[in-house]
């Protein structure tokens, strides 16, 4: 006779509950539950339109028209204009064209020398041989004066990028309030579109290359700012402390310390300055920079493919040959230099000077100043050519598939509409809602915070519906960069073969400036959005590839060499250790694609993307203040609230939450 065994009792959902309940991200859901209830009747009772209601928006067209028309009367005669800009300007057309004449001075074959043994010297035979063959790729194209022209510009904006951006972040460094204080200023001018304060800054300073030198400025001083201060405050603290206990001053534990310690990431920073400065050379040709930008610039107003490409290749040359230089040196920060015995000695910087003056000397006693006319090849027919044939036979009429033109169509109807549409006629308060939700639930309270004072800000600039429709194409170009982006850098981190041939075209592609996308997608898919959101998600690929690239790679080696010890399959071991291990460099690849997506989508009003973007580029256009300030404002604001939702999640990854 048999015995019933007696069952085990089932586990209470009690303490399952009681377990869930004290996950913070628990709490947060069910306190925003709460608070939706409760908030969302009272508001909808109120305001149940979608719109932004007409009285709580601000007219700032008037103080705005003020100023302008105030700096117009003064600028001949105030004195801040006279005795403070006017100084200002002087400085940078002297310092510029003494870069230039200099320039002029050495020839193409002292350039070229010169550049070629600097690369030597501090980043071995390999990228000198790049230097080399990219100046002279710049000599064959024909654009030897104008790269010269773009050279002397860059110089001028970098060194005072480096300058404005040291000092700012060693200021920074030294300070946690400081540091406090400027995180947002660094965040608008990073953020904050060109076409913006292009209006302003030639309204002080006029057309012409002050103008063009204090644009890039605002633009490239940011990244040696942020890692100048990252540099200085995550010095060695056991160092710091000995340095400190022989008795140094703070000037000497500056110098002898807290500098040489921080010196990668300062060199980090400069080659991220000089890569950010070439990126603003076409922007800097609107208001008077001439050189390669202006060659860009005058073939997209002819929708000049070839001309563009031809001038257009010898900044991602330039860009090349400075991102390895300064990529080098920072590896090799404190090694050997490689090269000949004569460089590795301490007298090389001196050999350089003479042999690039014997060089130059040579050059000019030769009769030949700048790159010989016979020596040039065109590619702007052929380049054409192909391009012609591209849209003749992709543009429409492909079987099956349909033509490029057709793409476009269905994806401003089936994908950007939906999400234009969605975000307009959604109420003000409910956007309000979800992005305080999202911002909450990733980081904390002053997080969501911030991100609903930036995107109330819109509302209140009276700019919510054109914001809603920029908003849409940043997250439909977003949306494809991080999909394709995070496919093709894990493959390439999984691929040593694929990430070689990827290597030389994404710097291509990073570094080609973004107006030179247009053409071609212009051509392929006619005017409007779509577009514009091709042309960002070219333009953003490259980093989030990198990135992703980067960080699947850097994944613990013992992690996963216990995956493969307990029989982990390749799939297993991307999706439960790799991807979970390189969240948060996926996290900053996710952030840096906002703000690359943004910046694009906002220069694609000049190809039909409208929205912000048309608002800012008509006011520079118009020089109407008035018109293109808000506008640059609302996008401000726009990738505040995108930064400030990625961006907490990463660093609360990397400090180990």
Sequence with gaps: MSVATPTAPEAAPAPALRTALRHPAVRKLLLLAVLAAILVPIVNAKWASGSWPHALTVDASGPLGKASDWIIDNRDSHWLFLYFFGHISNAIVISVRAVYLVLLALGWAGVTAAATLVAWRVAGVRIAVTALVSFAVTGLLDMWVPGMQTLALMVVAVLASVVIGGLLGLAGGLSDRT?????????????????????????????????????????????????????????????????????????????????????????????????????????????GAAGLGDRVYQALSAVDVGAALAAGIPIVLLAIVMDRTTGAAGERMGAEPSGPKWLRSKAAWAGVAVVTAAVAVAGRLAGSQVWPASWTVAIAAPVNDAKNWMVDHLYSGVPVVGGTNDWAGHFTTWVLDPIRDGLQDAPWWGVLLVVAALAWLIGTWATALTSVLAMAAIGVLGLWQPSMDTLSQVLAALVVTLVVGFAVGIAAARSRRLEAVLRPVLDVFQTMPQFVYLIPVVALF????????????????????????????????????????????????????????????????????????????????????????????????????????????????????????????????????
Excluded at 251 to 279: D, F, V, Y
């Design 179 to 287: 540091f406090r204080m400027l995180r947002p200023v660094l965040d608008t001018m990073q953020v904050l579109p060109a076409f913006a304060y292009l209006l302003p800054v030639v309204m002080v300073f006029g057309i012409g290359v002050p103008s063009a030198v204090i644009a890039t400025v605002i633009y490239a001083a940011p990244p040696m700012a942020r890692l100048t201060a990252l540099g200085l405050r995550g010095a060695d603290k056991g160092v710091l402390e000995a340095v400190e206990s022989l008795g140094a001053t703070g000037r000497q534990r500056l110098l002898s310390a807290r500098l040489p310690l921080a010196r990668k990431e300062l060199l980090l920073g400069l080659n991220q300055t000089i890569m950010m400065a070439l990126s603003m050379a076409v922007i800097a040709s609107m208001i």
């Design 526 to 657: 006619s005017v409007g959005r779509a577009p514009g959101v091709a042309a960002a998600v070219i333009y953003a690929l490259p980093a989030v590839i990198r990135i992703t690239t980067q960080g699947i790679k850097q994944v613990d080696p013992s992690a996963m060499e216990s995956a493969r010890s307990l029989g982990a399959t390749s799939g297993q071991q991307l999706r439960q250790v790799q991807l979970p291990l390189a969240r948060p460099a996926l996290l900053l690849a996710a952030n840096q694609g906002v703000v690359l997506v943004l910046a694009v989508v906002t220069i694609a009003a000049l190809v039909g993307s409208g929205a912000l973007g048309y608002d800012v580029v008509t006011g520079l256009a118009k020089g109407d203040l008035a018109t293109g300030l808000p506008a640059g404002v609302a996008i401000v604001c726009l990738g505040l609230m995108l930064d400030r939702v990625t961006q907490p999640t990463a660093r609360r990854a990397r400090k180990g939450a």
